[in-house]
Each structure stands twice: as C-alpha cells, then as structure tokens.
C-alpha cells in the first residue's frame, strides 16, 4: 500500500511525537515500527525525513546482535513545572524587584516559603514507597 502526502505528513507527526514522548531515553526505530504498526521501509522514510528536517538525529547501534539506529529528539519540550508556582510569576512588587532594591530576592519571604515547600514536597515524594500496580 502506498501512503499519498497527507498519510505521510499524518505519519510524521505521530512519529516525531512518540519519539519526544520517550524523553532524553530516545526509542529504537523498531520498537518505534511496533508501536505505530510501521513497515520497516514506511518507517525509515519518515524517520529520514524528520533526520532531514533536523528534528531528530538518529544513532546506529548494535541491539541484539543486529545494527539499528536509535532515533533522538534533537529538542524536547521545556519542563516548567519547577516553575510553575513560583511566587515572582504573581507578585505585586515583581516590577520593584532587583538585587539592590528595597524588594529583593535575596531577601524574599514568598521565595523562602515557596522554596522550603517545594523542597519538602520533593523529599517526601521521593522517600514516598513506590505505588503497586494493579
């Protein structure tokens, strides 16, 4: 079955997003093929041609005895949720803020608090006993 431009472009897309799913791990081309049910050949073309358009680099390595590439995202999405609750983000005085101001963040007590509880929050997950699965 041959693909028309659409089904290819369609393709891509769901390629290059499994691909960014995997994170920094990356993900073999032939898991890739399993996952979205791919021919060998369907999926190297739209593997080249994301390569091509630089949004992933593919790296050969032996896996199993066999040569295969593994395939990267060359930019992964920004994680902002370190962030996220950061009380600079909502503050009144964000616009009198600076290092040598009457309001700083050397001397903040909303950074204080914000950072303690984000400190805590992430000890307790870690010490938290993994979750069972069902």
């Known amino acids: 079955m041959k693909l028309n431009e659409a089904q290819i472009e369609d393709l891509t897309g ?3 997003r499994t691909i960014v799913s995997n994170g920094k791990d ?18 190297s073309r739209v593997a080249i041609r994301l390569e091509r358009r630089a949004l992933i680099r593919r790296e050969k390595m032996l896996e199993n005895g066999r040569w295969t590439y593994k395939l990267f995202a060359t930019k992964l999405p920004i994680d902002t949720s370190s ?3 950061a009380p600079c983000l909502t503050c009144q005085y964000e616009h009198m803020c600076s290092l040598e ?11 204080e608090t914000w950072l303690v509880q984000s400190l805590d929050s992430a000890n307790q997950k870690r010490q938290a006993p993994p979750e069972e699965k069902a």
């Open 101 to 111: 101001g009457s309001y700083s963040p050397i001397t903040c007590g909303y950074i």
């Open 14 to 16: 769901k390629v290059f």
């Open 83 to 85: 962030i996220e609750n």
């Open 26 to 43: 990356g993900i073999l081309q032939s898991e890739l093929w399993k996952e979205l049910d791919l021919t060998s050949r369907d999926g």
